[in-house]
Protein backbone atom coordinates (compact mmCIF):
# COMPACT_ATOMS: atom_id res chain seq x y z
CA UNK A 1 0.00 0.00 0.00
CA UNK A 2 1.51 3.81 -0.94
CA UNK A 3 2.29 6.39 1.39
CA UNK A 4 -0.50 8.81 -0.44
CA UNK A 5 -4.07 8.81 1.24
CA UNK A 6 -7.26 10.28 -0.26
CA UNK A 7 -9.81 11.47 2.12
CA UNK A 8 -13.46 12.81 2.40
CA UNK A 9 -15.38 13.88 6.07
CA UNK A 10 -14.83 10.52 8.00
CA UNK A 11 -12.36 8.28 6.06
CA UNK A 12 -9.13 8.18 4.82
CA UNK A 13 -8.26 5.16 2.35
CA UNK A 14 -4.73 3.95 0.99
CA UNK A 15 -3.86 3.54 -3.01
CA UNK A 16 -2.48 0.41 -4.08
CA UNK A 17 -0.53 0.52 -7.27
CA UNK A 18 -2.22 -1.50 -10.29
CA UNK A 19 -0.30 -4.35 -10.97
CA UNK A 20 1.84 -3.72 -15.03
CA UNK A 21 0.56 0.03 -14.94
CA UNK A 22 3.56 2.49 -13.85
CA UNK A 23 2.44 5.37 -12.41
CA UNK A 24 -1.39 4.44 -11.44
CA UNK A 25 -2.98 3.96 -8.47
CA UNK A 26 -6.36 1.52 -7.68
CA UNK A 27 -8.78 2.74 -5.07
CA UNK A 28 -11.68 0.44 -4.34
CA UNK A 29 -13.88 0.60 -1.61
CA UNK A 30 -15.27 4.68 -2.46
CA UNK A 31 -19.30 4.73 -1.95
CA UNK A 32 -20.84 7.38 -4.09
CA UNK A 33 -20.29 11.06 -3.15
CA UNK A 34 -17.72 13.72 -4.47
CA UNK A 35 -13.54 13.11 -3.20
CA UNK A 36 -10.77 15.34 -3.66
CA UNK A 37 -7.57 13.63 -4.21
CA UNK A 38 -4.07 15.79 -3.35
CA UNK A 39 -1.18 14.35 -4.83
CA UNK A 40 2.47 15.81 -4.08
CA UNK A 41 5.75 15.40 -5.99
CA UNK A 42 8.28 13.98 -3.30
CA UNK A 43 11.16 15.04 -4.83
CA UNK A 44 10.53 18.64 -4.78
CA UNK A 45 9.56 18.98 -0.69
CA UNK A 46 6.15 19.74 -2.12
CA UNK A 47 6.22 22.26 -4.15
CA UNK A 48 4.52 20.50 -6.91
CA UNK A 49 0.96 19.76 -6.01
CA UNK A 50 -1.99 18.53 -8.54
CA UNK A 51 -5.32 18.41 -6.77
CA UNK A 52 -8.27 16.65 -8.52
CA UNK A 53 -11.50 16.17 -7.51
CA UNK A 54 -13.99 13.91 -8.94
CA UNK A 55 -17.76 12.62 -8.05
CA UNK A 56 -19.09 8.84 -7.96
CA UNK A 57 -22.74 8.93 -8.77
CA UNK A 58 -25.39 7.49 -6.40
CA UNK A 59 -26.03 3.86 -8.19
CA UNK A 60 -29.53 3.23 -9.99
CA UNK A 61 -29.27 -0.84 -9.94
CA UNK A 62 -31.42 -2.70 -7.73
CA UNK A 63 -31.86 -6.33 -7.12
CA UNK A 64 -34.85 -7.93 -6.59
CA UNK A 65 -36.91 -11.28 -6.74
CA UNK A 66 -33.82 -13.42 -5.33
CA UNK A 67 -34.91 -17.04 -5.77
CA UNK A 68 -32.32 -19.68 -4.78
CA UNK A 69 -33.41 -23.33 -6.18
CA UNK A 70 -30.92 -25.73 -4.51
CA UNK A 71 -30.36 -29.33 -6.37
CA UNK A 72 -32.70 -32.00 -5.20
CA UNK A 73 -32.92 -35.61 -5.89
CA UNK A 74 -35.28 -34.54 -8.88
CA UNK A 75 -32.89 -31.82 -10.07
CA UNK A 76 -29.10 -32.09 -9.78
CA UNK A 77 -28.36 -28.96 -10.56
CA UNK A 78 -29.18 -25.33 -8.49
CA UNK A 79 -30.36 -22.30 -9.88
CA UNK A 80 -30.22 -18.95 -9.02
CA UNK A 81 -32.67 -15.94 -10.67
CA UNK A 82 -33.59 -12.16 -9.60
CA UNK A 83 -34.93 -8.90 -11.68
CA UNK A 84 -32.61 -6.11 -12.14
CA UNK A 85 -33.63 -2.35 -11.87
CA UNK A 86 -31.15 0.08 -13.99
CA UNK A 87 -31.38 3.11 -16.03
CA UNK A 88 -27.46 2.12 -16.94
CA UNK A 89 -26.04 -0.63 -19.63
CA UNK A 90 -24.19 -3.23 -17.49
CA UNK A 91 -21.85 -5.46 -17.18
CA UNK A 92 -22.16 -8.93 -15.61
CA UNK A 93 -19.34 -11.25 -14.01
CA UNK A 94 -18.71 -14.14 -12.96
CA UNK A 95 -15.90 -15.12 -10.38
CA UNK A 96 -14.05 -12.58 -11.63
CA UNK A 97 -14.93 -13.08 -15.29
CA UNK A 98 -17.28 -11.43 -17.61
CA UNK A 99 -20.03 -13.30 -18.89
CA UNK A 100 -23.11 -13.01 -21.03
CA UNK A 101 -26.24 -13.90 -19.09
CA UNK A 102 -29.25 -16.23 -20.23
CA UNK A 103 -31.79 -13.97 -19.78
CA UNK A 104 -35.71 -15.71 -19.02
CA UNK A 105 -38.74 -14.04 -19.76
CA UNK A 106 -41.73 -15.09 -18.09
Known sequence: MGSNTVSNT???FGWNEVP???GKLNLTGLGFG???ATVQDANTSGCNT???AFTIAKS???ISENVLTPPSCD???ASYSFKLNTTN???YYLN???ITPFFYRL
Open 10 to 12: TTV
Open 20 to 22: GSA
Open 34 to 36: EYR
Open 50 to 52: VVK
Open 60 to 62: SLS
Open 75 to 77: NPE
Open 89 to 91: ALK
Open 96 to 98: GVQ
